[in-house]
């Protein structure tokens, strides 16, 4: 995990609030991910960013958004719009492999 | 569906075994990386196999790709108790962009019994 802290480690929201789930590294790496797992299930790409103010949409990016302001930084906001937001989420860079945050497990109640 | 496909979804050995865990996948790929997860944390990058590499070896892992196959497998040879985990293939594929889209298969959930 080391390089890449996400916060906070669970959280829990309301339906109908929006979300920021946080993602800050030290990498130095240009390309920065985020992953949706469900249980028992494979990571599915949400969201990434190859470079400072750039990002493209993953194969499940809808109800999501994202925003690359700082090298370091790669927030994802899970909004209302999200059908069924309850997961593990995890973020990662890359500079050819791939390294992950500890992840984030959201719950809506 | 998914890119790579993990077979088998789990698998239950006693320690010193050998464990094999297959990955298929649909399309041509740039490489193919081997992840593992502790439960409920992130993912640990394994190994990595372009695709003009038919083996690769780290410690007592072994890996080999067989693209005519559009397979691959992961070896863990001598298992312990610590490497109950579970175990994911990813696949690589570059189109215009430099870093490329990684795409996970569904994982296969390794225990070694001590």
Known sequence: DGGITQSPKYLFRKEGQNVTLSCEQNLNHDAMYWYRQDPGQGLRLIYYSQIVNDFQKGDIAEGYSVSREKKESFPLTVTSAQ??????????????????????????? | ????????????????????????????????????QNSGRGLVHLILIRSNEREKHSGRLRVTLDTSKKSSSLLITASRAADTASYFCATLVRGGTSYGKLTFGQGTILTVHP
């Open chain 2, 1 to 36: 569906s998914q890119q790579g496909e993990e077979d088998p979804q789990a698998l239950s050995i006693q320690e010193g075994e050998n464990a094999t865990m297959n990955c298929s996948y649909k399309t041509s790929i740039n490489n193919l990386q081997w992840y593992r």
């Open chain 1, 83 to 109: 059908k069924n937001p309850t997961a593990f989420y995890l973020c990662a860079t890359s500079a050819g492999e791939q390294f992950f945050g500890p992840g984030t497990r959201l719950t809506v109640l």
